[in-house]
């Protein structure tokens, strides 16, 4: 009989390791049908400011593939501010529409739209992330309050 309860330990334990295998599994595909690695719910992430400035982007991203940002702006707005420390993790590919203009003034990037007074404008921008990693910034319209983004951009 002592002979017999060792075996029975490991059987035990093996039977344990391959739940906890099975589980982790599990988790991995439930992780990424939810989006944690490409599209899907929690992928996407919309945030929108106090004055009415909404921004849509990806939670996760991948480090050299294209992404999309896009802000839509207030009425009042035909200026958009990004900061730098934003910038500076994100290769900016194209803005669309084009800005009449862009600045760097106290640590954010200035964009200035030829919109019409009173008129909803929505921009575009395509980007890339060169690394992995968190990457975190915000957005304003015009002079409006700053909205936060935070993105994990995997390998």
Known sequence: MTAGRPARST????WRAERAGWAAMAALVLAAALGLFGEGPLARAEATGSNGLVV???RFARARLPERLTVALPDAASSLRV???FLADAE????????????YAAGEHVYEFDAAPGAPLEVTFRLQFPRAGRVS???AGGEGPRVGLRVFVHP
């Not at 059987?11 to 093996?14: F, I, V, Y």
């Not at 900016?92 to 600045?103: H, N």
């Open 83 to 85: 900061s730098a420390g």
């Open 137 to 139: 910034g915000w957005v």
């Open 56 to 58: 849509r982007f990806s």
């Open 11 to 14: 059987a035990r334990a093996e």
């Open 92 to 103: 900016v590919l194209d803005v669309s529409p084009r800005p009449r203009r862009v600045r």
